[in-house]
């Protein structure tokens, strides 16, 4: 049945923002201390310290393809609902935003385009925390409010050395705000836009004693641009920094989120070749519920019967994580890092076929020795540790008799339940100040056990893989430097493709082996003169068993998984940052990717391919942003976003209609930000336009070209808002 009406964490009001503002004082010296970071940005990108591969090394001394986003790039954020917009200035990322901010998926070089939601083979965390599941499947970004990010770290191509098959793919390492320096001072946010977007989000911090906290909430809603897409979500975070002793430091995370939406589905081929007045903001006719569906056009009722009945299709995640990381300062060149989390989510999803309901239950544990040995020209930095993963998953799965009803008929009950261990040692060697080596080695057990309650379809996998990753850097000057590095992946099905079993109504497919990787890649970083700053990446990767997605004619409405190949990938990945004069900003991101099957086998029709291209990867992406200062109060910005054509699936087939590749697009975007002081506090007033020209693309398909695979992507879309005492440090 349809949810109860929302009832979740307390929404944000307007009268809340309004009333945390009176507190926010403090703010005020925190947006000066912002000014001296732009006027410094070019000194920091190259002296920046990253902890993406699980120590601190300086980016020059890191030899892999890293970028970070950091908070006044973040800041630009509009509607901080999805990843996508903090990750636009990133090369090698594709993020595809299926339904305006409710769902998106995300991959690196490729590597996580086949899910059916969510993100998998890379590995996600927040202050610490890991997103994934034990198999390295993360199944949303629900958890995190972009509003409260100030620095994304992100690392390219295989290192599951690092962290096991959650990190087959690279390494999203997202931080949040601290609480400041002053005992108390709030921070607000207040903004609404096109089809019916609003949100509002406070947080409150500030350090007391040995405490620096702070604590976030805000609620989000759109009605979406295509029927059947609307979301609302709860997010509340807490962050508690603890300086227990001159060398203890604890950090206590808290999260809850609360995220429904509706899911529209994509559109067929059969709906695109009707010979009717086309309308892109309908829903697949399984997605509507009874009474969309009644209002939709008679001309869409006609075609696909007027006896049908939809299935409402939607999702809801509730979702409870605590977490506590650690680091204890042992000796003057030794100490321990301690991370334990526990994460508990109540999941439910109608499909035309069923309604699933799954309660998840999954802690985890990691602890990490640091030693540091030598001085002058050779030094060494040694770190050896473990990761243990939990997840119990209790599904159950009734038949939809239609508009999401939930029938009788007992699909599935059963546990499925996870395990991960890994052990792993790192080191790294610094010849001067020129040469740097870093060897990561690691050992990973993945087991899957599945206790069906129904029939005979119990069963386990286990999945055993030691992976490693080696790279050099050279920096010559300050100011420049080389990198080369080659890293290996291993990549077991996850909790989605595992779940989807072909042969039975529950059960595990366990005709599923993992994906394994390697890859190299050789990269240039550094800045000219005192305006300019680059960072270029050459690479390759091969994969062997690579998943696919396929259909069965019994069950056509549910999609399954399969190993269909081996692939070769390369590609260039630039980035580029330059401040011409002092209140002008210039940015680029641009990727060439090349990634083609070597061998490719359509597991619904038995047929193989050679030579065809990986489905929904475009080979070029260029995102160019510009931002002028024209006064200390008014900044103007815009953005170009390219992306060329894509093949929707591994056949590369085109249909005589045209559609089985997607038209390339070229997109604009504005933004204006307009600062002021009232009562001695910083307040912000924003515009933002996205696809101004409202340019008509697909934002999403699926390797499905006889199924719902075009998402038609929202026209233009428009933002106002206000922040007070944003921008903290």
């Known amino acids: 049945m349809m949810p109860n009406n929302h009832r979740g964490f307390p929404r944000f009001t307007l009268l809340t923002v309004l009333a945390l503002t009176l507190i ?36 020059k001394q890191n030899p892999a393809a890293t970028t970070v986003v950091e908070t006044l790039l ?26 305006d901010g409710e769902r998106v998926h995300l991959s690196i070089r490729g590597q996580g385009i086949l899910t059916e939601r969510g993100t998998r083979g890379i590995q996600t965390m927040v202050d610490g925390i890991p997103l994934n599941d034990p198999s390295g499947f993360v199944p949303d970004f629900f958890d995190i409010d972009w509003a409260t990010v100030h620095r994304i770290e992100i690392l390219r191509g295989p290192a599951a050395a690092f962290y096991g098959s959650a990190s087959s793919g690279g390494i999203l390492n997202i931080l949040t705000l601290d609480g400041g320096a002053e005992p108390i001072s709030a921070d607000a946010y207040l903004a609404g836009g096109s089809f019916g977007f609003y949100k509002t989000m406070a947080e409150v911090g500030g350090t ?15 009605t979406g641009y295509r029927d059947h897409t609307k979301f609302w979500a709860d997010n509340f975070y807490g962050k508690f920094h603890f300086d227990v002793a001159p060398k203890v430091k604890l950090t206590a995370i808290l999260g809850y989120t609360d995220f429904f939406n509706d899911n529209a589905e994509g559109l067929n081929l059969d709906w695109f070749s009707a010979d009717v007045a086309q309308d892109r903001k309908l829903a697949n006719p399984d997605a509507y519920s009874l009474a969309e569906y009644k209002n939709t056009p008679l001309w869409y009722r006609q075609m696909f019967g007027l006896d049908r009945v939809p299935g409402n299709e939607y999702q809801q995640t509730g979702r409870f994580t605590s977490g506590l990381t650690g680091k204890i300062g042992l000796a003057d060149n030794l100490d321990l890092a301690l991370t334990a989390f526990y994460r508990q989510t109540k999941y439910t ?95 990973d057990n993945v087991t899957c056990k599945l206790d069906d309650h129904l029939g005979d379809l119990s069963g386990d996998n286990a999945y055993k893989k030691t992976t490693g990753r080696l790279g050099v850097t050279w920096n010559p000057l300050p100011e420049f430097g080389l990198y080369a590095s080659w890293g290996t992946g291993f990549l077991p099905p996850g909790t989605e493709e595992l779940a989807n079993n072909p042969n039975a109504f529950g059960g595990f497919n366990k005709d599923l082996k993992p994906a394994t990787s390697s890859g190299e890649e050789i990269g240039a970083r550094g800045s000219l003169g005192s ?83 990986l489905p929904n990867c475009p080979q070029n992406q260029l995102y160019l942003d510009g931002e002028l200062k024209i006064t200390p109060a008014l900044t103007i910005g815009a953005a170009l976003e390219y992306t060329s054509s894509w093949y929707i699936d591994s056949t590369n087939r085109i249909f005589p209609n045209g559609y089985g590749r997607t038209d390339p697009y070229t997109l604009v975007h504005i933004r204006l930000g307009y600062k002021l002081e009232i009562g001695g506090m910083p307040w912000e007033l924003f515009l933002s336009g996205r696809n101004i020209f409202g340019v008509l693309y697909y934002g999403f398909t699926e390797p499905d070209p006889d199924g719902n695979s075009y998402q038609p992507a929202p026209t233009a879309e428009w933002t106002v808002g206000l922040r007070v005492g944003v921008g903290r440090n």
């Open 24 to 59: 926010a004082g403090p703010a005020a010296a925190q947006e000066k201390e912002k000014e001296k970071e732009q006027a410094g940005q070019v000194k920091e990108k190259i002296e920046i310290t990253v902890t993406a591969p699980r120590v601190e090394i300086p980016l």
């Open 74 to 99: 973040l800041q630009t954020m509009p509607r901080t609902v999805a990843i996508d917009e903090a990750l636009k200035l990133v090369p090698g990322i594709k993020v595809d935003n299926q339904a």
């Open 208 to 222: 007391t004693g040995a405490l620096n906290y702070r604590v976030a909430g805000s609620y989000s809603n759109s």
């Open 349 to 443: 999803e109608s499909v035309p076929s069923s309604l699933i309901h799954r309660d998840y239950y999954t802690p985890g544990t990691s602890v990490q020795l640091n030693h540091t040995a030598g001085d002058g020209d050779l030094k060494n930095h040694l770190s050896v540790g473990a990761d243990f993963g939990w997840q119990t998953i209790d599904e159950i799965k009734h038949n939809n008799l239609g508009d999401a009803v939930e029938g009788s008929e007992l699909q599935s009950d059963q546990r499925m339940t996870q395990t991960s261990a890994g052990a792993f040692l790192l080191d790294r060697l610094e010849f001067g100040p020129e040469w740097g080596v870093f060897l990561s080695l690691r050992y």
């Open 531 to 613: 305006s300019l700053v680059y960072d270029l990446a050459l690479f390759t990767m091969t994969t062997d068993n690579d998943f696919g997605r396929f259909r069965i004619a019994s069950r056509p409405l549910e999609t399954f998984y399969g190993n269909v190949g081996s692939t070769t990938r390369y590609g260039l990945e630039a980035s580029l940052a330059w401040y011409p004069i002092e209140p002008l900003a210039l940015r680029a991101a641009y990727t060439y990717a090349h990634y083609k099957y070597d061998t490719v086998q359509t597991l619904d029709a038995g047929v193989t391919y050679s030579g065809t291209w």
